[in-house]
């Protein structure tokens, strides 16, 4: 009797491990991916097509061979891409992506490249679209700046920088029009804005004190009466803000602050 239940008790054991062991198996067939459609959203800086290249999945034939999690990951090492989030219904993948934001276009040493809100270097890829950031230009030691490094570890666009976040803060309409921060290679800075179609000197140090002034004397000046005959204004006294006239004027406007 009793070798009939232990014989009993083995089986039962060998059962319990066979379904164990093959558990894994029933699993893994039953959660199988079967990928015929791929729909790509949230792009902005890029295309879907140069997005698919880039993952490698611009070929429909490929996609039976590849999981949801493959797709994911390979998206996820795009630089211009923060987080992906992907769905899986009815053998159609959509992939929803979000793109990393951006503060600026730096261009230094015939390069160009994207400034992250996080302040890192990124490269500006081929095709390339609506990049429309105020363009930080010409930093000293541009030969150093190299992509996925920290943008504020140069000292000049550390000032770019905090020049076109101080506009953003200080008034947006200036900072919507903010074409350029040239650094002129540590010489005095030049700012230019779409609105305004001449420069604006602010030469070096207190860079912030000399855009308060701007911000606030600027909204003395009647540009519809003298819009045509200014050549230049220049903030390089962080109290006073001059306003150059061209050769058809005789005077120099002078605000106090």
């Known amino acids: 009797m009793n070798s009939k239940v232990k014989i009993g008790s083995v089986v039962l054991l060998v059962t319990v491990v066979g379904i164990l062991f093959s558990l894994p198996f029933i699993i893994d067939n039953s959660e199988r991916e079967e990928i015929k459609f791929i729909e ?12 698919m290249k880039f993952a490698h999945i611009e070929n429909q034939e490929n996609y039976s061979v590849l999981s949801s999690k493959i797709i994911k ?23 929803e992506i979000f793109e990393k934001n951006f503060e600026a276009l730096l261009m230094a040493n015939g390069k160009e490249y994207l400034i992250s809100d996080a302040s890192v270097v990124i490269p500006k890829l081929p095709k390339s679209e609506k ?39 200080l008034n947006p309409k200036w900072y919507e029009s903010l074409s350029e921060v040239n650094l002129r290679d540590g010489k ?29 004397l600027t909204k003395k000046l009647d540009y519809t009466k003298i819009e045509n005959t200014l050549t230049y204004i220049d903030l390089r006294h962080s109290t006073y803000l001059y306003v150059g006239k061209s050769n058809s004027s005789n005077s120099e406007q002078e605000s106090n602050s």
């Open 73 to 95: 990951d390979r998206f996820e090492k795009h630089p211009y891409i923060k987080q992906v989030d992907i769905l899986l219904s009815e053998n159609t993948l959509t992939i």
């Open 188 to 216: 005095d800075i030049v700012l230019q804005f779409s609105n305004l179609n001449i420069p604006v000197v602010i030469g070096r140090d207190k860079e912030i004190e000399k855009l308060i002034l701007f911000e606030k």
């Open 40 to 51: 790509l959203i949230g792009n902005y800086h890029l295309s879907q097509d140069e997005y």
């Open 131 to 169: 990049i429309d950031y105020p363009i930080i230009n010409n930093p000293s030691n541009g030969a150093d700046i190299i992509e996925f490094s920290r943008a504020n570890a140069n000292t000049d666009v550390k000032i770019g920088l905090k020049i076109v976040a101080a506009l953003k803060i």
